[in-house]
């Protein structure tokens, strides 16, 4: 029998290395191993070594999501897997479901519209899964067999009962109890979003939040107990037969609780994103440098002292690289070898880093030596005097009172922020209009003693294009005020491919149709004399672009480039899709094409499927999203591109990641044409697609510049008018980071800002001027 883990203290146990980036998700499975999922975009299965325990290898790598992986959830061995199953839900929409003792994939739940936050298999084996879209989804033999709005909000994890009831947890600041599709209690107290949801056995739940805070709640909505001492955002609690509780933070921190006290804080080199005990009490650990780490209390699993030395190594490294000294990062100061340099002049002062501190020297000239003054600290006074709100601490927290019977709002404040960044983050947060925004900077002012503050005369207010109020300046009518003026943000108008090689294309044409023709198996597919002669004809209208608004075609015409996309082997089809790429842009042609349209056989959606899903050949892709990139010229096609708009971005979403430039180029435009007619359309479930797309393309680390500045248009297209805003807070972080990307840019649309600051003074990146 196992010894109960609260007998001492945790300590390192033994680490998992394998990831190749932050590392999301844990789930313990039973006694057979761990899974983890991480922002590498793979799961990986890490199953118990018997010879060695507590060792654990890496066994299996399950490959199949396009972006990061979230939540886990682990189906114990049965008839269909006879070594147990994940489940896995990723960035990029999708649940994936895998056979263990394969790690192959053997389904693929398709129907979230934004990322997958939570899993869990209710008592009968359907799985349930969260989203970002606000909906909870029931899974049974690969399909959606029912769905709801759970939220109004982002829900952001979903957990089971032992009741077979289920909660979610969502960026609202509350959390429900379902059965079934009831709501049967909403649980409100949390100040911000609820992230991390865990049963207390015995007892009721457990909810960690982005206030900072874990709570205990009875199942009645009761709060029994709050635990108060991360210092950010709690991502994950956990709990134990044994009654310990166990929390991750982005303030790099894991720490145990027993009655409501905390026992002791494991800091880590990076974010915790999840904790998770395994059933003997050990704990395991997520961090965002990519390693798993296991804890524990019993002696004979700690790890050995050079395994102990190297991990007290690595995080004080870690710490001098975070470490600031006045103003300074630690890490950038000099060594103590810059004081074998003379100094310039009497009284010059130096600060050099010394082990984990700055220290700083003055040169003293009679003497021609540096003398020591002493150890050089960040912060004013003792941190113990600072405010604290929601487990952060502040050098001011004050109490607002807003009027009208509302209740008193506490606004943090640190003297070294900027006011009016405060001031626009905490109008965002509390929902109120940007027309305080002059009363808080001033308020902010006034009770922090900075009397002598310059206002900002030249800044442009982000909400409404408005400038700094001035004393005894004339009055500013809001109705009346303008939205902020970017050069490329909003984008009006489409962009479109509207260059070819015409020459290229029908040559090649001809070569694949002597192909065909010496294959006795596919002769009957080639072109007769005639239909050549056809396609020259096409071809020579479309050259002709100066008689663009008299020419015309024929049905036969079209109707031949349809045969030909539907009847020609896969590999042959691209020259053919690029005359039906300019044919797009012809006024008669695009017509013509959309007459076929409105047939009951929609033509054009079986040609991106078998392009996209059927054979899946770099040069068909190219120019297949280009094509459909050039229906954005005419309006008549815009009902069509919003219907199919799932199915196009699903088809060609899967080769973001793409290593070729014109691909990348290619589907970047076709996201940024679709952000630009859902803003026109007013679509808020389009808009809020092509934003989770757009910042999947953005995550990937190889776009060239070209392809990752339409993205970057296209975001700040989307965010600019508000409404994608608080989506767009409530997604999950850039790579390589903690912090939500609503915290990134202060809460506020510094977004576009930035965007225009990074982005070329000319507009030579919107040409599509390319073959």
Same mark, same amino acid.
């Given at each position: 029998?196992? %010894?109960?883990?609260?007998?001492?203290?945790?300590?390192?146990?033994?680490?998992?290395?394998?990831?190749?980036? +932050?590392?999301?998700?844990?789930?313990?499975?039973?006694?057979?191993?761990?899974?983890?999922?991480?922002?590498?975009?793979?799961?990986?299965?890490?199953?118990?070594?018997?010879?060695?325990?507590?060792?654990?290898? $890496?066994?299996?790598? $399950?490959?199949?999501?396009?972006?990061?992986?979230?939540?886990?959830?682990?189906?114990?061995?049965?008839?269909?897997?006879?070594?147990?199953?994940?489940?896995?839900?990723?960035?990029?929409?999708?649940?994936?479901?895998?056979?263990?003792?394969?790690?192959?994939?053997?389904?693929?739940?398709?129907?979230?519209?934004?990322?997958?936050?939570?899993?869990?298999?209710?008592?009968?084996?359907?799985?349930?899964?969260?989203?970002?879209?606000?909906?909870?989804?029931?899974?049974?033999?690969?399909?959606?067999?029912?769905?709801?709005?759970?939220?109004?909000?982002?829900?952001?994890?979903?957990?089971?009962?032992?009741?077979?009831?289920?909660?979610?947890?969502?960026?609202?600041?509350?959390?429900?109890?379902?059965?079934?599709?009831?709501?049967?209690?909403?649980?409100?107290?949390?100040?911000?979003?609820?992230?991390?949801?865990?049963?207390?056995?015995?007892?009721?739940?457990?909810?960690?939040?982005?206030?900072?805070?874990?709570?205990?709640?009875?199942?009645?909505?009761?709060?029994?107990? *709050?635990?108060?001492?991360?210092?950010?955002?709690?991502?994950?609690?956990?709990?134990?037969?044994?009654?310990?509780?166990?929390?991750?933070?982005?303030?790099?921190?894991?720490?145990?609780?027993?009655?409501?006290?905390?026992?002791?804080?494991?800091?880590?080199?990076?974010?915790?994103?999840?904790?998770?005990?395994?059933?003997?009490?050990?704990?395991?650990?997520?961090?965002?440098?990519?390693?798993?780490?296991?804890?524990?209390?019993?002696?004979?699993?700690?790890?050995?002292?050079?395994?102990?030395?190297?991990?007290?190594?690595?995080?004080?490294?870690?710490?001098?690289?975070?470490?600031?000294?006045?103003?300074?990062?630690? *890490?950038?100061?000099?060594?103590?070898?810059?004081?074998?340099?003379?100094?310039?002049?009497?009284?010059?002062?130096?600060?050099?880093?010394?082990?984990?501190?700055?220290?700083?020297?003055?040169?003293?000239?009679?003497?021609?030596?540096?003398?020591?003054?002493?150890?050089?600290?960040?912060?004013?006074?003792?941190?113990?005097?600072?405010?604290?709100?929601?487990?952060?601490?502040?050098?001011?927290?004050?109490?607002? +009172?807003?009027?009208?019977?509302? %209740?008193?709002?506490?606004?943090?404040?640190?003297?070294?922020?900027?006011?009016?960044?405060?001031?626009?983050?905490?109008?965002?947060?509390?929902?109120?209009?940007?027309?305080?925004?002059?009363?808080?900077?001033?308020?902010?002012?006034?009770?922090?003693?900075?009397?002598?503050?310059?206002?900002?005369?030249?800044?442009?207010?982000?909400?409404?294009?408005?400038?700094?109020?001035?004393?005894?300046?004339?009055?500013?009518?809001?109705?009346?005020? $303008?939205?902020?003026?970017?050069?490329?943000?909003?984008?009006?108008?489409?962009?479109?491919?509207?260059?070819?090689?015409? *020459?290229?294309?029908?040559?090649?044409?001809?070569?694949?149709?002597?192909?065909?023709?010496?294959?006795?198996?596919?002769?009957?597919?080639?072109?007769?004399?005639?239909?050549?002669?056809?396609?020259?004809?096409?071809?020579?209208?479309?050259?002709?672009?100066?008689?663009?608004?008299?020419?015309?075609?024929?049905?036969?015409?079209?109707?031949?480039?349809?045969?030909?996309?539907?009847?020609?082997?896969?590999?042959?089809?691209?020259?053919?899709?690029?005359?039906?790429?300019?044919?797009?842009?012809?006024?008669?042609?695009? /017509?013509?094409?959309?007459?076929?349209?409105?047939?009951?056989?929609?033509?054009?959606?079986?040609?991106?499927?078998?392009?996209?899903?059927?054979?899946?050949?770099?040069? /068909?892709?190219?120019?297949?999203?280009?094509?459909?990139? /050039?229906?954005?010229?005419?309006?008549?096609?815009?009902?069509?591109?919003?219907?199919?708009?799932?199915?196009?971005?699903?088809?060609?979403?899967?080769?973001?990641?793409?290593?070729?430039?014109?691909?990348?180029?290619?589907?970047?435009?076709?996201?940024?044409?679709?952000?630009?007619?859902?803003?026109?359309?007013?679509?808020?479930?389009?808009?809020?697609?092509?934003?989770?797309?757009?910042?999947?393309?953005?995550?990937?680390?190889?776009?060239?510049?070209?392809?990752?500045?339409?993205?970057?248009?296209?975001?700040?297209?989307?965010?600019?008018?508000?409404?994608?805003?608080?989506?767009?807070?409530?997604?999950?972080?850039?790579?390589?980071?903690?912090?939500?990307?609503?915290?990134?840019?202060?809460?506020?649309?510094?977004?576009?800002?930035?965007? *225009?600051?990074?982005?070329?003074?000319?507009?030579?990146?919107?040409?599509?001027?390319?073959?």
């Amino acid at each position: 029998m196992e %010894p109960e883990p609260n007998v001492g203290e945790y300590r390192l146990s033994c680490e998992l290395r394998g990831h190749e980036d +932050d590392v999301r998700g844990i789930c313990v499975c039973g006694d057979a191993g761990i899974a983890t999922s991480s922002r590498d975009k793979t799961v990986r299965f890490w199953s118990l070594n018997p010879e060695k325990k507590p060792k654990y290898t $890496m066994s299996k790598i $399950m490959l199949g999501h396009s972006s990061f992986v979230g939540p886990l959830a682990w189906i114990a061995p049965n008839e269909s897997f006879s070594e147990g199953g994940i489940v896995s839900g990723g960035m990029d929409t999708l649940v994936l479901l895998w056979d263990l003792k394969t790690a192959e994939k053997v389904q693929i739940l398709k129907g979230h519209q934004l990322q997958v936050t939570g899993l869990t298999i209710d008592d009968n084996g359907d799985i349930v899964s969260s989203s970002v879209d606000c909906t909870v989804r029931r899974w049974r033999n690969g399909q959606s067999i029912e769905y709801w709005e759970a939220h109004k909000a982002a829900i952001q994890a979903v957990i089971k009962l032992p009741s077979g009831e289920f909660i979610t947890g969502s960026s609202d600041t509350t959390f429900k109890l379902w059965r079934g599709k009831t709501c049967l209690h909403t649980f409100v107290g949390h100040t911000d979003t609820v992230r991390g949801l865990a049963v207390m056995p015995g007892l009721g739940i457990l909810s960690a939040s982005h206030d900072g805070s874990i709570r205990l709640w009875a199942i009645t909505g009761q709060v029994l107990m *709050e635990m108060v001492g991360h210092t950010s955002i709690v991502y994950s609690v956990d709990a134990h037969v044994s009654g310990l509780i166990v929390s991750g933070s982005e303030d790099c921190f894991v720490k145990i609780w027993k009655d409501g006290i905390c026992v002791q804080s494991i800091e880590h080199p990076g974010c915790v994103w999840d904790v998770k005990f395994v059933n003997n009490g050990d704990i395991v650990t997520a961090c965002s440098d990519g390693v798993v780490r296991i804890w524990t209390v019993h002696k004979d699993r700690i790890a050995d002292s050079l395994a102990l030395e190297a991990y007290a190594s690595h995080l004080s490294q870690y710490k001098c690289s975070r470490k600031r000294v006045g103003g300074l990062k630690l *890490e950038e100061l000099p060594g103590l070898e810059s004081l074998q340099v003379p100094g310039t002049r009497d009284g010059q002062t130096k600060v050099v880093r010394e082990g984990d501190n700055g220290v700083a020297y003055s040169w003293n000239l009679k003497e021609q030596k540096w003398d020591k003054i002493g150890e050089v600290v960040d912060g004013p006074e003792d941190s113990i005097n600072r405010a604290v709100l929601d487990g952060v601490q502040y050098d001011y927290v004050f109490d607002v +009172d807003i009027g009208d019977g509302q %209740p008193i709002r506490k606004l943090p404040y640190n003297r070294s922020d900027d006011p009016y960044a405060t001031a626009d983050k905490w109008l965002l947060k509390e929902n109120l209009p940007p027309s305080f925004r002059q009363q808080i900077v001033e308020f902010i002012l006034q009770n922090s003693g900075q009397k002598d503050f310059t206002l900002d005369t030249s800044f442009r207010d982000p909400y409404t294009g408005s400038s700094a109020y001035i004393p005894g300046g004339p009055s500013i009518n809001s109705g009346s005020s $303008m939205k902020p003026i970017f050069k490329h943000i909003p984008k009006k108008g489409m962009l479109f491919f509207d260059a070819a090689q015409f *020459e290229g294309i029908l040559k090649k044409i001809a070569e694949f149709n002597n192909v065909l023709m010496s294959d006795p198996a596919q002769n009957s597919l080639s072109l007769t004399e005639l239909e050549l002669s056809r396609l020259t004809s096409v071809v020579k209208i479309l050259k002709d672009t100066s008689h663009y608004h008299c020419s015309k075609f024929a049905d036969a015409d079209i109707a031949l480039l349809l045969k030909l996309l539907k009847s020609w082997p896969a590999a042959l089809m691209f020259p053919v899709i690029d005359i039906l790429r300019m044919t797009i842009l012809h006024p008669d042609g695009s /017509n013509l094409l959309f007459m076929q349209l409105k047939d009951e056989n929609d033509e054009l959606m079986e040609i991106i499927k078998k392009v996209a899903v059927t054979s899946a050949l770099p040069a /068909n892709l190219l120019t297949t999203i280009r094509a459909v990139t /050039n229906l954005f010229k005419h309006s008549y096609f815009y009902p069509w591109l919003q219907i199919h708009r799932g199915e196009v971005l699903d088809a060609f979403s899967s080769f973001c990641s793409s290593s070729n430039k014109n691909i990348q180029l290619s589907y970047s435009t076709l996201i940024l044409n679709y952000a630009v007619l859902l803003i026109e359309k007013n679509d808020l479930e389009g808009q809020s697609q092509v934003l989770s797309a757009a910042l999947e393309i953005a995550e990937e680390g190889n776009q060239d510049v070209d392809s990752k500045f339409r993205v970057l248009v296209a975001i700040g297209s989307l965010m600019l008018e508000g409404a994608m805003r608080k989506i767009a807070m409530d997604l999950d972080p850039f790579p390589g980071s903690c912090i939500k990307l609503g915290d990134l840019f202060n809460g506020t649309n510094e977004l576009c800002p930035l965007i *225009e600051s990074s982005l070329p003074v000319e507009d030579e990146m919107f040409s599509c001027n390319m073959s």
